[in-house]
């Protein structure tokens, strides 16, 4: 497995950065590139307007604030931001976009036209409110991504997951995800945290459950002492999964979804957009068709 293609929505709030820097760890593992995307949220009225602006603002790169319209500072100071965002990670290939559009719908746009393989991008937690890239964003983004989304819940840019939870029914349909583990363990010595929420709904025998989990890490070939098996009893599944998370001092949750039939039995209810927009630590959404 391999992210060539990294995909960064940036807003420039502490938390998008957060998401860059995140990004940039994986990126540097697997020399990718990382394509930065900044939304501007217009009316389709003036958006004309403001790509003539994006367009011609380099021939205004010594000009005053004061000398020049309103339009034409924000994009050249738009272009600073970028530019200044880049150079901290001079090893990295960037790729700059800046469009003019909704914020859910031009991510889908470009992870389609230019083959991206992995979206990074910083949310809040808990409530979802306040910034550009949070909430119902997030949670449509995770719903529809064509390919895995990680959500970084951190303003301070300290994404390392020692600890990471692997939430699922342990089907056929999780061991793709699971198989991101040997990447995290290399990159931040991590443990992996099996997790099989068990609801009044979805009740079996623990022998049972015991059985599916041990034969699901055996074939993902884990060394022992690089993972542990829990079995959790809750009301839901997103609560149990945010609770056991929560309780173990987890640093990330992986989370698997099915592409071509939407999420699997475990994760029908939209569990997984749900523990993406609620939790407070990061999320990895790995689709799988």
């Given amino acids: 497995m391999s992210f060539k293609n990294i995909l960064v929505p940036i807003d420039f709030s502490t938390r998008s950065y957060a998401a860059l820097a995140a990004a940039a760890d994986i990126a540097n593992q697997f020399d990718s590139k990382i394509t930065l995307l900044h939304i501007i949220d217009v ?47 001079p090893k990295i290939t960037f790729d700059e976009k800046v469009v003019f559009d909704r914020v859910h719908r031009q991510i889908y746009t470009v992870v389609e036209g230019t083959d991206v393989d992995l979206i990074v991008m ?57 198989r991101l583990f040997p990447f995290f363990k290399t990159l931040y010595g991590s443990t992996l945290h099996l997790l099989n929420i068990v609801t009044p709904s979805t009740f079996e025998a623990t022998p049972t ?61 939209s569990i997984a957009e749900n523990v993406a927009n609620h939790s407070e630590i990061p999320v990895f959404v790995f689709r799988q068709d």
């Fill in 43 to 89: 009316p389709e009225t003036q958006r004309p307007e403001y790509q003539l602006a994006l367009d011609t603002v380099g021939n205004y790169e010594n000009s005053k604030k004061e000398d020049i319209p309103a339009i034409l500072y924000s994009m050249k100071e738009t272009k600073r931001q970028l530019r200044e965002a880049t150079e901290k990670y």
């Fill in 122 to 178: 910083g949310s809040t937690g808990a409530s979802g409110l306040g910034e550009v890239f949070i909430g119902s964003n997030t949670q449509k983004v995770v719903r529809n991504s064509s390919c895995p989304v990680l959500v970084i819940k951190d303003d301070e840019g300290n994404f390392n997951p020692r600890n990471i939870v692997f939430a699922s029914d342990f089907s056929e349909m999780g061991g793709e995800a699971a």
């Fill in 209 to 269: 459950t015991q059985k599916r989990m041990e034969d699901f890490v055996t074939d993902l070939k884990v060394d022992k002492a690089d993972y542990t098996i829990n079995i959790f009893n809750y009301y839901t599944e997103e609560e149990g999964i945010l609770t056991f998370a929560e309780d173990n001092k987890a640093d990330m949750i992986l989370l698997g979804t099915h592409g071509r039939k939407g999420f699997s039995r475990f994760m029908m209810g």
